[in-house]
């Protein structure tokens, strides 16, 4: 079975710095990977997805990610954070060879960015 | 506009108490799931439908029961078998099971005992 592990609980960062929220994830097989973004009290929200082709993907936001199979990473970036960035961010899997309801999901990077 | 509703926003369960929380979704899609989240932890899945009339346990099933005898509505019940009840509940659907497919969310439901 596959698995995820956001590396940073936290990171906090100063508004128009840049940011990278780092995911690993671990599997036997072919995986699609997807990042999350989570506002307080709020459900989640599609980021990003990879699910075959470039491995540079562009999301919403100004965020986007790279698929590193050989790293098994897909750690997330954005150049410039502006202060409405201020969330919980997961990364999630899914096993090429299941269906949907095997999506796991890290336990989160809470991202605080201040003025 | 399509989406995904939950209701209520806040809940509270008494000792012994069975709640249900609604989930409906006008977004054609065939398959539903639920999701719990707890502080400092990723989501867990509770239970998912793939079709109406057909529904799996996931990873943490236990004290949970569900039905889906409607395409659009999958309501999720916490039975009074459910020890630790207190948590953030997500409901979230795609097109299809496959696996190709994103999950879209709804805005949650809190879940508080008193």
């Known amino acids: 079975a596959q698995s995820v592990t956001q590396l940073d609980s936290q990171v906090p960062v100063f508004e128009e710095a840049p940011v990278e929220l780092r995911c690993n994830y671990s599997?036997?097989?072919?995986?699609?990977l997807f990042w999350y973004v989570q506002y307080p009290n709020q459900g989640l929200q599609l980021l990003l997805k990879?699910?075959?082709?470039?491995?540079l993907v562009k999301g919403i936001n100004g965020f986007e990610a790279e698929f590193n199979k050989s790293q098994t990473s897909f750690h997330l970036r954005k150049p410039s954070v502006h202060i409405s960035d201020t969330a919980e961010y997961f990364c999630?899997?899914?096993?090429?060879?299941?269906?949907?309801?095997?999506?796991?999901f890290g336990a989160g990077t809470r991202l605080t960015v201040k003025p | 506009d399509g989406g995904i509703t939950q209701s209520p926003k806040y809940l509270f369960r008494k000792e012994g108490q069975n709640v249900t929380l609604s989930c409906e979704q006008n977004?054609?899609?065939?398959?539903m799931y639920w999701y719990r989240q707890d502080p400092g932890q990723g989501l867990r899945l509770i239970y998912y439908?793939?079709?109406?009339?057909?529904?799996q346990k996931g990873d943490i099933a236990e004290g949970y029961s569900v039905s889906r005898e409607k395409k659009e509505s999958f309501p999720l019940t916490v039975t009074s078998a459910q020890k630790n009840p207190t948590a953030f509940y997500l409901c979230?659907?795609?097109?299809?099971?496959?696996?190709?497919?994103?999950?879209?969310f709804g805005p949650g439901t809190r879940l508080l005992v008193l």
């Open positions: 999630a899997v899914l096993s090429g060879l299941y269906n949907n309801n095997d999506m796991r």
């Open positions: 977004l054609n899609h065939d398959a």
């Open positions: 990879y699910l075959s082709g470039s491995t």
């Open positions: 979230a659907s795609s097109l299809s099971p496959r696996n190709r497919e994103t999950q879209y």
């Open positions: 439908s793939q079709i109406v009339n057909d529904f």
């Open positions: 599997s036997s097989v072919s995986v699609y």
